[in-house]
Nanobody, 122 residues
Framework: VQLQASGGGLVQAGGSLRLSCAAS????????MGWFRQAPEKERVFVAA????????YFRDSVKGRFTISRDNAKNTVYLQMNSLKPEDTAVYYC????????????????WGQGTLVTVSS
């Protein structure tokens, strides 16, 4: 599956952004979809994931209550709604698709989007 992420930008602290990730192919609903982020000079880390049906979601602790993840399987798209953004959320955000495994582990994901930059100013 090929992934195309979009929606990044510059926002003030406390603001919101919605990232989108469009996928190609007819088997989108069979993929677990995840979002990772990589801040400058830091490792890429897990942010959120959603099961193929959308019935289960997972978040890193620092974004719980602020970020939501959803998907529209009819549109082959996964979303990351980010509210109450903080400067420490500044990073390049990547969407990823995987079949099975440990959702927090980047190695589980087979396909990656190109990344979209989110910058949160204080």
């Amino acid at each position: 599956v090929q992934l195309q992420a979009s929606g990044g930008g510059l926002v003030q602290a406390g603001g919101s952004l919605r990232l989108s990730c469009a996928a190609s192919g007819r088997t989108f609903s069979s993929y677990i979809m995840g979002w990772f982020r990589q801040a400058p000079e830091k490792e890429r880390v897990f942010v959120a994931a959603i099961s193929g049906s959308g019935g289960s979601t997972y978040f890193r602790d620092s974004v719980k209550g602020r970020f939501t993840i959803s998907r529209d399987n009819a549109k082959n798209t996964v979303y990351l709604q980010m509210n109450s953004l903080k400067p420490e959320d500044t990073a390049v955000y990547y969407c990823a698709a995987g079949r099975r495994g440990t959702i927090y582990y980047s190695g589980m994901y087979d396909s990656w989007g190109q990344g979209t930059l989110v910058t949160v100013s204080s």
